[in-house]
C-alpha cells in the first residue's frame, strides 16, 4: 500500500485534492497567521486566573533515558530544555514519572521519590531557563504513572506486568497465563496512596499540576476498560473510575492547591498484528461485540464517546478543569496512537494512511471540547502533519475544536517550529518530522529515544550504529 508523502503537498489545493481522495475530513487554515493577534497566540485563562501565554502544548516524551535509580540523566535534561526551547507555554507533563519502582515502563523511566526529587527541580528549572522570554505564563506539569501491564522495572526486555483484568488478546499477545494474579483491590488502595505521596512530592518540586495518566494501556487506562473485573475497581463505570476518584480526594486532602490533570486515550482499538505483507490488522475475534475498548462501540474499531464524555464530566464534578485527549496504545495499535509511515520495529506497516489517524484524534477531541466547553483540552497526534501542521493546529484552535495544539514527536526534531509559526518565521524543513518511529524503535531495541534522523546531537551517538544494525536484521 502506498500512501502520499505530505512532503509532496507544494499547495493547499494539493493537500485538499488528496484528502478529498481519502474522504478524509481535515480542515486547516491555507494562510498562517502570527503575531500577538494570531489564534495560536492568544492566552488561555484557567478559572483560578492563571494565564497560559499561548496555545502551543509540548505532549510528554519519555526518553528510556534515566539513571537506574530513577534521576534524570544529561539526555533528559537536554531533552527538558528543548521543551522549554520550543515557546510553547503548556508542558503536560514533562514525560512519563513512575509513582514507585514497579510501575516502571523500563529500567530507565523517571522515578519520583525522596530521592530523586532534587533532579525533578532542577529538570523543571532547566527547561524554565531555556524557555524564551517570560515564565509567568508558563504552565509546568509532571505525568505521573504506573505501566501495569507493560511495566518493565528491572530489565528492558522483560515484563513485570500488575495487570487488573484478564485482558483474551493482550494476555496473549505478551505471554500472560490464564492463573497469572490481578492486583488485589488492597494492592490498588495501597497504589492510591502511592500517587496521592508523588503528588505531594510534586507540588512540593514546585510543578504547577500533576496529570494522573489514564492513557496507553498503562494502568490508568486499563482500569477503564476493567469491565470483568469484580469488586470495588471493575463492572461499573463507577467502579471503573474509583482508581481516579480516590487519587482525587487523597489530593485534595494532602496537597491542596495543586491542579490536576488528566491525559486520556478517548478511544480505543482491537490489538492489531502485522498480517499479509506486514500491513496491520485486527486480530480475529469472535463473539457480539469486543468489550476491551476504553471509547469503543464494541466493534474492535469503531467508536462511542458516550462513556468519554462521561469521563469529562466526572472530571469537571472533581474540579479538574484540564484534560489532554489522545487515542489507543503505543503497544498494540501504534496506527490509532502516533500516526506513521513508517512503523517502529515491534508495529506494522500502515493500515490506513496517517491522516486518517491525525484527523480520527482531531474528530475526537473536537466533539469531546463541544461537549465541555468548560474544560482546557488540548489535542494530540498532529505530527504526521509535517509543513501542514500549523496550518490544522491553527484552523482546529480558531474554530474551538481544542485550546491546544499538543505536539509529541515533532518537538523531538524541531523544537522551535512554535516559536517558529508565533514569530511569523519560516518553518525549516530539514529539520522536520518525517515519523521514521526510531524514537520508538530506539527504545524497544534498548537504546535511548531521541530522533536519530535528523537530530546531529544523536546521529553522532553510538547508539546510531547500533540502531541501523538492528534494523538490519
Ligand atoms: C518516544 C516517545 C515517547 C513518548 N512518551 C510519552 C509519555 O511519557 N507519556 C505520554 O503520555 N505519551 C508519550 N508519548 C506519546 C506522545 O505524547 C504523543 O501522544 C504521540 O507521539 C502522538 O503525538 P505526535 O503525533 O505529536 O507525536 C510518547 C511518544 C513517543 C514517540
Redesign the pocket.
Known sequence: MTYHRVASFKTAGDLHAYLAQLHVDLAFDPEIESGPGSPLAQPYRLPDGLTIGNRFCV??????DGATDGRPSELTFRRWQRFGKSGAKLI?????VAVRPDGR?NPNQLMINEHTLGDLIALRDALTAAHPGACDDLLIGL?L?HSGRFARPNDKKRLEPLILYHHPWLDRKFGLPADYPLMTDDEVARLVNDYVIAAKQAQRAGFCFV?I?H??GYLGHEFLSAVDRPGRYGGCFENRTRFLREIVAGIRAEAPGLRIGV?LSAFDFIPFCAGAQGVGEPEPFEGPTYRYAFGGDGTGQGIDLSEPKSFLDLLAALDIHMA?I?GGS?YYVPHI????LFPPSDGYLPPEDPLMG?AR?IAVTAALKQHRPDLLIVG?????LQEWLPNVAQHVVRTGQADFA???????TYPEMCADVLAGHPLQRKRI?R?F?D??T??RLGLA??CYPLDEFYKNRPDAEQLKTAKQH
Not at 496512537?337 to 506513521?340: G, I, L, S, T, V
Request: hydrophobic share 30%; charged share 15%.
Open positions: 505532549l510528554p516524551m519519555e526518553g528510556w503536560w507533563g514533562g514525560e512519563a515502563a505525568q504513572t496529570d495518566k492513557c496507553h491525559r489532554c489522545t503505543p496512537q502516533r500516526p506513521a491525525v484524534q494530540s497526534a498532529y505530527s504526521y499538543g505536539l509529541g514527536r515533532m518537538v523531538l518530522c515519523t518511529s524514537c520508538t530506539a527504545p529515544s531521541g
